[in-house]
């Protein structure tokens, strides 16, 4: 019988958010901290998909009761957030085609329907899927002193966003090839292209927001106000 995971990756630091705790832990509404948002989100979706949590070893902010799954356990985090994921993946008592989707704990806007065109198509695409989003903007090089010195093809290219689903074997051997390579990968995605698969991109709304800067705290509790009034917007 085969079972769906969940990895959320959220034993970060939040340095660039400089605030005085991890960003997963700060309040995002309803006295929430962003992890619980996140969580629920996903617990909305896959009430009974198996969750594991990755959490730095030396985390003092967390709390059990932020988690609404009944099925989950918590790993170390490792030095990279691709060693997190791996810890993970190596804790897990997975079988081979077991899907498992990655999401960023720092994501918490994620919605249902997202979540489940994710997961429909990590299901039926040997190569997996991720989240996604077509670049709008007009992209710009810049040089060390922040000038613009060209103007990139915007022609198929998109935003990476999480979740990032694969099956077990596949996501399991893409990582572990990375860190054998000594190559550090900043998304599931970019260690299973290496291995010369193509994942297929789902096109996700945009209002799935990573916090990352001061600024994204207060924008993603706009963004979860406006969902709640227009759920399907
Ligand atoms: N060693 C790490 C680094 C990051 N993450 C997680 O990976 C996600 C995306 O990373 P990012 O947004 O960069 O979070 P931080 O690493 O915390 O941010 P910063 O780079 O600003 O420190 C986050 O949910 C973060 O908690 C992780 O689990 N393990
Ligand atoms: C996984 C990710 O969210 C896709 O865009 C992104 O790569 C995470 O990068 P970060 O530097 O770890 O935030």
Not at 48 to 62: Q, T, Y
Not at 122 to 132: H, I, K, R, S, Y
Not at 210 to 221: C, E, R, V, Y
Request: charged share 20%.
């Amino acid at each position: 019988m085969s079972h769906s995971w969940l990895i959320v990756p959220a034993a970060g630091q939040g340095r660039r958010m400089g605030a005085d705790k991890p960003k997963q832990y700060l309040t995002l509404a309803d006295g929430q901290p962003v992890l619980a948002h996140t969580l629920a989100r996903l617990h909305g979706a896959f009430p009974s998909a198996r969750l594991v949590l990755c959490l730095d070893a030396d985390d003092r902010w967390f709390s059990p009761q932020w988690v609404p799954f009944t099925n989950w356990q918590r790993v170390a985090g490792g030095s990279e957030r691709m060693d997190s994921v791996l810890n993970a993946l190596h804790a897990m008592t997975a079988t081979d085609d077991d899907v498992v989707m990655v999401h960023d704990v720092a994501r918490p806007c994620i919605t249902q329907g997202d979540l489940l065109a994710l997961y429909q198509a990590a299901t039926t695409n040997p190569a997996g899927a991720l989240l996604a989003m077509p670049v709008a903007d007009t992209m710009k090089r810049a040089d060390d002193q922040g000038l613009s010195t060209r103007t990139e093809p915007r022609e198929h290219l998109w935003h990476a966003l999480t979740p990032q689903g694969f099956r077990y074997a596949l996501l399991r051997r893409a990582l572990e090839t990375a860190r054998q390579r000594q190559t550090v990968v900043t998304d599931e995605a970019s260690a299973v292209e290496a291995l010369g698969e193509s994942p297929l991109l789902v096109s996700g709304r945009r209002d799935n927001l990573k916090i990352t800067h001061p600024d994204d705290l207060a924008l993603a509790a706009a963004i979860l106000a406006a969902q709640a009034v227009h759920p399907s917007a």
